[in-house]
């Protein structure tokens, strides 16, 4: 399948604000996520099972984590000649300072947008958990002669302080009313931020918006011209889950447990790709006790650890206690430890008897290479 036709842009930074003890070093885009992958690798692999060989990826700070991960786009086929993968770092001008929204993110990739000889884009943001079916949400825009489609997912609202947009729809499936910023826990037609559109109109859009100083394409531009355009929703009925905190962080993180979840999530029809990192087997200890856990490869367990997920390179020496942590690369967590509701950034140690207890509503979160 290809869809020569269609191009994809993906913001890397847009809601670093909502998981900042995760995105102090890096973007939300390049955050850790289910033992091996970044939050990335999801709305790239989609891009790329729906035949779209031609991606944008918008960072605007603290990207360095994130060019290593993406290098040359080779894990996902898109090291290409022609399109392939594209790093767009902030390019700063006199009437933008820095992108505080998706329209000032456009705004620095104007040239590359018109350079481009795509008629369609489809954009996502990186806080998005699923296996999206984006060649069927393209099928849904051709034939239902929308300007924009947007997927959404019916369920409770995510609590976030960001634009999610939630939709009125009549029976065409038209959005007729969008909302922001709603009671968080309700059931409703709530957006997952992946957009479908004609490249002209996104950049009619983005120049009216600039115009108008405008940010905030959801919030300024959809809302505000709900009647003018022709805005349909697509129903996204697999697994999604949106990324607006810590605590939906390590739910989504937990969720992979479930194995009605992991296999709806890495559907091999649909593959989600990353950058590889070839390692030894997990070795267990004699006296090491593991229940229902992901555990990477390149991991030493010789400790008891139960709903945990653990990345690659972890070592949790004898003695220690973990249940209902999230560990990441290479970190060392020391005997007799004893953690609980925990999150350790990469390569982290947790030194000997150390005890760390969190909860489920706020769990308790380590810094990148520190030692505690």
Known sequence: ?????????????????????????????????????????????????????????????????????????KPWDLDRKSGGLSILPPYVTSNVSMQTGHIDSLSTIMSYLRGSKEKYIVMCDADVIGNINIENILKDHYSSGADITIAYKNGPLPKSNRDIMSFEMNDCGRVTKIRLSENYGVTCDFSLDVVVMERAL???????????????????????????????????????????????????????????????????????????????????????????????????????????????????????????????????VKKDADLKYVITDKNTEITEGRALCGAPTHYMSIRKSATV
């Open 202 to 332: 996104l950049m009619d859009l983005v120049k009216g918006a600039l115009e108008e100083n405008m940010s905030r394409m959801w919030r300024d531009v959809f809302a505000a011209k709900v009647d003018s355009l022709k805005i349909h929703g697509y129903e996204v009925k697999e697994f999604a889950l949106v990324i607006d905190g810590t605590e939906s962080y390590a739910n989504a993180n937990f969720a992979l447990l479930n194995p009605k979840i992991r296999a709806e999530l890495f559907n091999p029809e649909r593959p989600i790709y990353t950058k590889n990192r070839d390692d030894v087997p997990t070795r267990y200890g004699l006296n090491s006790a593991v229940k229902n856990c992901l555990i990477a490869d390149g991991c030493v367990i010789e400790g008891e650890v139960s709903n945990c997920v653990i990345f690659r390179g972890v070592k949790i020496e004898e003695g220690a206690k973990l249940s209902n942590c999230i560990i990441m690369q290479d970190s060392i």
């Open 1 to 73: 399948m290809k869809n020569n036709n269609v191009m994809g842009v993906v913001f890397a930074n847009v809601h670093d604000d909502l998981i900042r003890e995760l995105t102090e070093v890096r973007s939300t885009a390049s955050v850790p996520f289910g033992g091996r992958y970044r939050l990335i690798d999801f709305p790239l692999s989609n891009m790329v099972n729906a035949g779209i060989s031609k991606v944008g990826v918008i960072p605007k700070y603290n990207y360095h984590s994130l060019m290593d991960h993406l290098g040359s786009g």
